[in-house]
């Protein structure tokens, strides 16, 4: 028998590891690691602008809601004006986009791990309601621009975002043609144009009224839950045929 006691301790440390095993990463009210995000959400009283609908609960502090409004702002030194002025109706869905993006605690179910200086974690295809992706795109399509992803690719001699050498500027509807090129291309798949409505619970709403509640909270629970059944569903076929083997070694 002396031969079956290996195969056996290790059997019920997998086992035990396989039971234990947790989610890559808390997936409800977190914040991202990353450059000014918060270690843990919390109450923002004083949160600035468009950015207070989160003010009851934020990953951001009031001066990171106070940035997210300036042009050339000290948060990415990015020049929304890089084409000519930006129209203001235009200028406003990219003040929400850093406010979703620094302030909600409700996207968690989306953050992945990356290697980068300024960040250690980034949101990835987080489905945006199909009317927040439709108004962005209407407000900004006689805006002006030189380039379909905006992460990467600019000149930054100067201390802020320029156009490359030789890329010429157009309206944003030549970059992004429709209404989806722009959600999922624009901060390189950081949002996925979103096919449900607001409303739905299937989809993040980038604006909403704080008097009626946070609907992106139940959003993020909806999808934490299909995740964490995926991953149970998963693990399943290996549980049981790790008992097979116990049951044979004990035979």
Not at 83 to 91: D, H, L, S
Not at 182 to 205: K, P, T
Not at 216 to 224: K, L, Q
């Amino acid at each position: 028998m002396a031969w079956k006691i290996t195969p056996l301790l290790c059997l019920l440390v997998c086992v035990a590891a396989v039971g234990a095993a947790r989610p890559r990463t808390q997936l409800l009210n977190v914040c991202m690691n990353a450059r000014y995000h918060k270690e843990k959400p919390g109450p923002e009283d004083k949160l600035h602008g468009q950015c207070s609908p989160w003010k009851n609960n934020a990953c951001c502090f009031v001066n990171t809601s106070i940035e997210a409004h300036k042009d050339i702002s000290s948060l990415y030194r990015f020049d929304w004006d890089h084409c000519g002025k930006m129209e203001p109706a235009c200028k406003r869905h990219f003040i929400q986009d850093i406010c979703l993006y620094e302030c909600s605690p409700n996207l968690g179910p989306w953050i992945q791990e990356v290697n980068q200086s300024w960040r250690k974690e980034r949101i990835l295809n987080v489905p945006l309601c199909k009317e927040d992706c439709e108004s962005w795109w209407e407000d900004c399509r006689t805006s002006y621009t030189c380039k379909s992803n905006w992460h990467r690719g600019w000149d930054w001699t100067s201390g802020y975002n320029q156009c490359p050498v030789k890329v010429a500027c157009h309206r944003f509807d030549f970059y992004f043609p429709t209404p989806a090129a722009l959600c999922n291309e624009i901060w390189s798949h950081s949002y996925r144009a979103s096919n449900y409505s607001r409303g739905s619970g299937r989809c993040i709403q980038m604006w909403f009224d704080p008097v009626l509640g946070n609907p992106n909270e139940e959003v993020a629970r909806f999808y934490a839950e299909s995740m964490n059944g995926a991953g149970l569903h998963e693990a399943w076929p290996l549980r049981f045929g790790l008992l097979l083997l116990l049951l044979w070694l004990l035979s």
